[in-house]
């Protein structure tokens, strides 16, 4: 497949570019600098120039707190961007794969949320989100929408990347017990998006590893335990002590209805997904790779 990525610099973006590599697709990676979601004209301009035959777009302003802050920003890579990307998409018929958030829900509810859960986001960023699900389904039926949540993976500046970094400077590390998602490897979901883009069946989809979920100090304890660094350095908060300027909802674990109704078997267990993710990390492995 010939398959452009957007955010292609990002922890998500690179994950896709890699595997849509791997799989013998040929692909054209764009990141921030090379192509602005939310330049219109440049958009339309690229999409026609390369034609794709699929769009999967990972770029988003993710700074949910600098969202909160600068919600011009935040509508213009979240929302205005994809919907950029869904009407250049429509022009070249191309499938366009945008990726969207557990954020879009309140979190006000025991268990895990489905796509028959209202959505009803608490911040600019899980707002701004929202519209651009809302806008690039509006402007192109050929959309699938992938809603995922506590992204972990290699590249990133992810909440685990800093928490393993930080355990082996020995450092002292504060993880919040009240909070609770379901982990998603970037690669794992890299290869559903692939997946979703080939099926070619729009929708809204919400893909995670497979698990009950976490909370944020067990996901970094485990992440913790599994590397072989003390845990003892780990303190717990509750979430409401940060003080940070966005609302982040206490409960956001997803679970989706489509995905296996539709055959695809689901993700690998998070824990066996974070087992593999640390062995990337550990220090004899990067010290392999020089
Ligand atoms: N990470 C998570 O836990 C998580 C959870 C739920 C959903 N998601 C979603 O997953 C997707 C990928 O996120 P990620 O974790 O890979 O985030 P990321 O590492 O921050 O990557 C996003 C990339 O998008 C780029 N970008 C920002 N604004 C742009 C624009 N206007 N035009 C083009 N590129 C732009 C960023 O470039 P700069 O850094 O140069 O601005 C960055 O390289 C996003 O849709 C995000 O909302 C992530």
């Known amino acids: ?5 957007t955010g292609a610099a990002g ?3 690179r994950a896709v570019a890699a595997h849509c590599n791997s799989q013998g697709d040929l692909v054209l990676p764009y990141d921030h600098e090379s192509l602005d979601i939310s330049d219109k004209d440049l958009v339309m301009k690229t999409l026609r120039g390369v034609k794709p035959e699929v769009v999967i777009n990972c770029a988003a302003w993710t700074n949910v707190d600098g969202c909160e802050l600068n919600p011009e920003r935040a509508y213009a890579a979240n929302a205005r961007g994809p919907e950029n990307l869904a009407k250049a998409s429509r022009e070249i018929s191309a499938v366009l794969v945008t990726i969207s958030t557990d954020y879009v829900f309140d979190g ?4 895990f949320f489905t796509q028959r859960d209202q ?6 960023y899980g707002a701004s ?11 192109y039926a050929r959309t699938v929408v992938a809603r995922t949540g506590f992204v972990f993976g290699p590249g990133g500046s992810n909440f685990l990347s800093t928490i393993i970094e930080r355990a082996g400077r020995g450092e002292r590390l504060k993880a919040i017990t009240d ?3 379901t982990p998603t490897y970037a690669p794992d979901l890299a290869r559903r998006l692939r997946e979703l883009a080939q099926l ?3 929708g809204t989809y919400q893909v995670v590893n497979a698990g009950e979920g976490v909370s944020y100090a067990e996901f970094a304890r485990a992440a913790l335990d599994l590397g072989g ?14 003080n940070r300027p966005a609302p982040r909802p206490r409960n956001s674990r997803l679970r989706c209805l489509l995905s296996e109704a539709i055959g695809l078997a689901p993700l690998p267990f998070w824990q066996d997904s974070l087992r593999e993710f640390v062995a990337l990390n550990s220090p004899n492995e990067v010290a392999a790779k020089g």
């Not at 006000?108 to 268990?111: D, F, I, S």
């Not at 660094?229 to 002590?241: D, H, K, P």
């Open 1 to 5: 497949m010939r398959v452009l990525v």
């Open 11 to 13: 922890m998500v973006g």
């Open 108 to 111: 006000e509810k025991q268990g």
């Open 119 to 124: 959505p009803n986001p608490q911040s600019v």
């Open 129 to 139: 989100k929202l519209e651009g699900e809302r806008r690039t389904q509006l402007a």
């Open 179 to 181: 909070a609770y998602g």
């Open 200 to 202: 070619d069946l729009p």
């Open 229 to 242: 660094y003390a845990s003892g350095n780990l303190e717990s908060v509750a979430m409401g002590s940060l």
